[in-house]
């Protein structure tokens, strides 16, 4: 009789071990960190959450720049422009991705629209963000990184971006990956 009821006490204890174990997975994969992961935006996936992205970046630029309103009609309008320029193959859009949830993205461009015969085929990166929650994981750089192979590969010999003084988290980014100064934007 003892030895059943140990038994009995034995395969409670078990199954309660494995429920545990479970619970634990379950717990442990919801909070573990989802893998970012960088592609490139086709023409077809430039809708909601990248509009928001941009109005998040409009935001945080209109702040220390006063310039581009941060208004739904310009995001509007954006998409649009966005959406022409990857049908072109003028411009492209490196995304990261946590899951399924767009959490950042660089947008650059390419042109010989110029008319001048010139030295260098420069490539522009023109927008990087990243969502606040996001930052400091290398995720910009990535996205930048991206931005820069895909012109290597259209032909690019330079990159070219424009920063504000003022944004000194963004300079030290792109100083990380081997930007440098090389003009003064002035202002009166
Ligand atoms: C600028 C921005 C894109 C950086 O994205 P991020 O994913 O946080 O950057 P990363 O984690 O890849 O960091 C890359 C480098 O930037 C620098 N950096 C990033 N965050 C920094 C901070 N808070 N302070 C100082 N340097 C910082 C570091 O040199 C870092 O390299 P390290 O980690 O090897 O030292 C992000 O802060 C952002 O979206 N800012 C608002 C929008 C913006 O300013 N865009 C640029 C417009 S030109």
Wanted: net charge positive; hydrophobic share 45%; proline share 3%.
């Amino acid at each position: 009789m003892e030895g059943i009821h140990l038994l009995v006490k034995k395969r409670i204890q078990e199954t309660l071990h494995s429920y545990i174990c479970v619970a634990n997975a379950f717990v442990w994969f919801n909070v573990m960190p989802k893998e970012i992961e960088i592609s490139e935006c086709r023409t077809e996936d430039v809708g909601d959450p990248i509009k928001e992205l941009w109005l998040g970046l409009a935001h945080e630029m209109f702040e220390i720049e006063h310039f581009t309103i941060p208004s739904e009609a310009n995001a509007n309008r954006w998409v649009e422009f966005v959406r022409e320029g990857l049908v072109s193959g003028r411009n492209f859009l490196s995304v990261a991705k946590s899951g399924r949830e767009p959490v950042g993205y660089a947008f650059a461009s390419v042109s010989r629209d110029f008319p001048l015969e010139v030295a260098e085929f420069v490539g522009s990166i023109n927008d990087v963000y990243v969502l606040p929650e996001f930052r400091g994981k290398g995720i910009g750089k990535r996205l930048v990184i991206k931005c820069i192979e895909k012109m290597k590969a259209k032909g690019v010999t330079a990159a070219r971006l424009a920063v504000l003084t003022e944004n000194t988290t963004a300079v030290k980014l792109y100083e990380k990956l081997g930007f440098r100064i090389y003009r003064y934007g002035m202002l009166k």
